[in-house]
């Protein structure tokens, strides 16, 4: 080993905390993965038997595919907006320059560091003098919020990768500017774009703390399975707690490979040039 890689404590160490904090994060949600398949109604370690009893019960209640069919809904139409809205303030970051830039970016990317009970509250209030409190186009807007600054990081760091002249060759050489933009810009950011879409999609499924605010009675799956646990225990919370991190898990693993990808050809592209 190199000497300037070398550590006072031994690497077994290293490798034991980086294990320990495995298990912690994932512990609980292979638990519930596990006793989404017992066939007891209460969770425990020694199981009669395994059953699927609890996905048939899940998939055939119609207050939860409610439920589905709203964090869908909404994690669809928040990850559109969010993402094109993302792409727009990464563009004009990247592509021109004016007074308080720094502080435009700034409070561009503000949104997911404020509590999100203050920002629930303050969005209630909000929609609630407009009038749109407790329907899921409160809950979209509110979702765009918080999911389109991930959108901005992930779009802005793809931009990044692209050389400024190349843009202003094109115009130079007689493309309109929207051409320069169709041409240039976006076939090099596909890649970013997708990975934000998707990033921002499971942000949207996932959250909770601000749809319980603004949703009123249109539950989305966080929001249902947190009502379903008051003064009840149900097993079902299991399934949905399976299928929500599946979905999730998927999404992330997904934007995750799009964006190692276009990282690895970039580097490739510079190490051939």
Same mark, same amino acid.
């Given at each position: ?24 994060? &994932? ?63 990464? &563009?004009? @970051? &990247? ?13 561009? /990317? ?51 990768? /692209? ?42 499924? @996932?959250? &909770? ?24 225990? @149900? ?7 399976? /299928? ?30």
């Amino acid at each position: 080993m190199p000497p300037h890689l070398k550590h006072a404590l031994p690497i077994a160490f290293w490798v034991a905390g980086l294990a320990l904090v495995f298990i912690l994060l &994932y512990a609980p949600i292979l638990s519930a993965v596990l006793f989404s398949f017992s066939a007891d109604r209460f969770p425990s370690l020694s199981m009669s038997g395994f059953s699927t009893q609890w996905y048939a019960q899940v998939l055939t209640d119609r207050a939860m595919l409610e439920a589905l069919w709203n964090s869908l809904t909404v994690a669809g139409f928040t990850a559109l907006i969010a993402t094109a809205l993302g792409f727009a303030a990464a &563009y004009a @970051d &990247y592509r021109f320059r004016f007074f308080g830039q720094k502080a435009v970016l700034a409070l561009a /990317l503000l949104p997911p560091t404020v509590p999100l009970v203050i920002l629930g509250l303050a969005m209630l209030a909000f929609f609630s003098r407009i009038g749109i409190a407790g329907t899921l186009a409160a809950v979209v807007a509110a979702h765009v919020v918080i999911a389109a600054p991930f959108a901005m990081a992930v779009c802005r760091l793809r931009l990044a990768q /692209l050389d400024r002249t190349l843009e202003t060759a094109a115009q130079n050489l007689g493309a309109p500017p929207h051409s320069a933009l169709g041409r240039i810009v976006l076939p090099h950011t596909v890649p970013a774009i997708l990975a934000a879409f998707l990033i921002t999609f499971a942000v949207s499924f @996932d959250e &909770y703390v601000i749809s319980w605010f603004t949703g009123g009675l249109n539950q989305t799956i966080p929001v249902a399975v947190l009502t379903t646990l008051q003064g009840q225990v @149900d097993p079902t919370i299991h399934v949905i707690g399976t /299928l929500s991190f599946t979905v999730t898990l998927t999404l992330v693993l997904i934007a995750l490979a799009v964006v190692l990808r276009q990282s690895g050809g970039a580097m490739s592209k510079e190490e051939t040039s």
